[in-house]
């Protein structure tokens, strides 16, 4: 059985569930999110939790009945106080800028490149190198902050490129000079 699955998902005060058949819709403060379960799995509201069951015994139906309250769970989190990712822009001359809805990304190519924010996703820079993704969705903050970072991944060698605020770029050394 599944672990995850078993547990429930616990519903803060603010939050408000819609379950309609396999659809259920999920509103809190920050905005409002739907999903579509999976006709193998049965969801079920019961004082102010929410319950994942498998309706067969299968070993897929049951690794998606984790996966199932996973998501709920951040459905849940998400309208209630919302996911962030930041994002370092690293590099002599690279520089984010923000414009309406289109972050501007000077990082070394010969025009700067712009990337269009989809529905959903607000971004804030700090300073000229702190891109900060913010969204009620973490599926969506997840893909929009892939999609900035792989414009220029990080090089090993100097750490050029745009990451993650907590991740670690692993060093190169560089080529020994010739003796």
Do not use: C
Request: glycine share 12%; proline share 4%.
């Amino acid at each position: 059985m599944s672990r995850i699955g078993k547990q429930p998902v616990l519903i803060p005060s603010g939050v408000k569930v819609d379950l309609n058949g396999q659809h259920i819709s999920i509103s809190g403060g920050k905005g409002k999110l739907d999903r579509e379960i999976m006709p193998e799995l049965e969801v079920t509201l019961e004082d102010q939790q929410i319950l994942v069951a498998n309706r067969d015994n299968s070993k897929r139906t049951n690794a998606f009945r984790g996966l199932t309250r996973s998501l709920i769970n951040n459905m849940v989190v998400g309208v209630d106080q919302g996911f962030k990712k930041t994002l370092i822009v690293e590099g002599v001359g690279y520089k984010a800028n923000m414009a309406g809805k289109v972050l501007t990304l000077n990082v070394g190519y010969s025009n700067p490149v712009e990337f269009a924010l989809p529905e959903g996703i607000q971004i804030s820079v700090d300073g000229s190198n702190k891109i900060i993704v913010e969204s009620i969705d973490k599926e969506l903050l997840g893909l929009t902050a892939a999609r900035i970072r792989e414009i220029r991944k990080p090089e090993p060698y100097k750490g050029k490129g745009i990451r993650y605020e907590d991740e670690h770029i692993v060093r190169k050394v560089g080529k020994a000079g010739a003796a």
